[in-house]
């Protein structure tokens, strides 16, 4: 693959208390690449896309997004240079409609430096985007308040006001949880998309088959560490791997063999 680098994350470390959450944990992610983020509960992967997005500081260690150090930065500088990121608890605003959800993100400094001038039909933008992730337009589902909508909806929400932004990285945490599988199998192709348009995509995930489908590469976290760095297939056979998630799930580890290939 022979993409530009967008993301340079160097023994970026936080401690809580006496929990390092994340320990010195270094990668690289380039354009039109798919990251997985995997690990047991309690791993850090959470606080690592705190991080990146600055929701919290770290205690050491850097991040380098296209080319500048941005760690410093706040979250609200950081979204503006382009990077997005959706929550694994989402949290919208339950009275309002779904496609009314999306403002926040028409209205950042971001989308208006995009638009210009020219703010144009913002309701008319945020329902192509919802339907871009799936709201089917003629069921009128994005005008119903999104306290009525089931959780499948609410992830497409949280992806479209990711979306919204156009983001160089997105980060997805837990897209997939609480989904059925025809569920993430139809999300799947919107993220292929992102992907195809150049974005870096870091999807934290614990349905493993699924991102494996999508993801180019994985990380695992261990105890705030990163244990191991490769191609889905060869990382699962890793035996420090299979280790981390003795205890925790093992039973799930999808194996070569088991619909993952090695191409
Ligand atoms: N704000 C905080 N204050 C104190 N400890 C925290 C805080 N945030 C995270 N931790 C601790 O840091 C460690 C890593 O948590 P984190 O949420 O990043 O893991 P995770 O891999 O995302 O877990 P999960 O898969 O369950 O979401 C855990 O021990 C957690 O309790």
């Known amino acids: 693959m022979t993409g530009r680098p967008v993301l340079q994350v160097t023994d970026l470390s936080k401690s809580f208390g006496g929990i390092r959450a994340v320990d010195t944990v270094s990668f690289r992610l380039q354009e039109n690449e798919i990251l997985g983020v995997i690990g047991p509960n309690g791993s850090g992967k959470t606080t690592l896309a705190n991080l990146i997005t600055r929701f919290v500081r770290p205690s050491a260690g850097s991040v380098h997004f296209m080319g500048r150090p941005i760690h410093h930065l706040p979250a609200h500088k950081i979204v503006r240079l382009g990077i997005a990121r959706t929550f694994q608890m989402v949290r919208p605003f339950y009275r309002l409609p779904a496609y009314k959800n999306m403002i926040v993100s028409l209205y950042s400094p971001r989308v208006t430096g ?74 799947t192709p919107i993220i292929e998309k992102l992907r195809q348009q150049g974005k870096a995509i870091i999807m934290i995930e614990h349905r493993l088959k699924e991102l494996f489908k999508i993801a180019d590469r994985v990380i695992v976290m261990d105890n705030g560490r990163k244990i191991a760095d490769g191609r889905c297939p060869a990382v699962m056979a890793d035996q420090t791997v299979q280790n981390a998630y003795l205890g925790a799930d093992c039973e799930s580890l999808p194996r070569p063999g088991n619909g993952i290939s090695d191409d």
């Open 114 to 187: 995009f638009l210009g001038g020219r703010c144009g039909n913002r309701s008319a933008v945020a329902l192509d985007l919802l339907e871009e992730v799936g709201f089917e337009r003629d069921a009128r589902v994005a005008y119903q308040d999104a306290g009525g909508l089931p959780q499948g909806y609410l992830k497409r929400l949280e992806l479209a006001k990711a979306i919204a932004l156009r983001p160089r990285l997105i980060i997805l945490d837990e897209l997939f949880s609480g989904l059925s599988l025809a569920e993430v199998t139809s999300l």
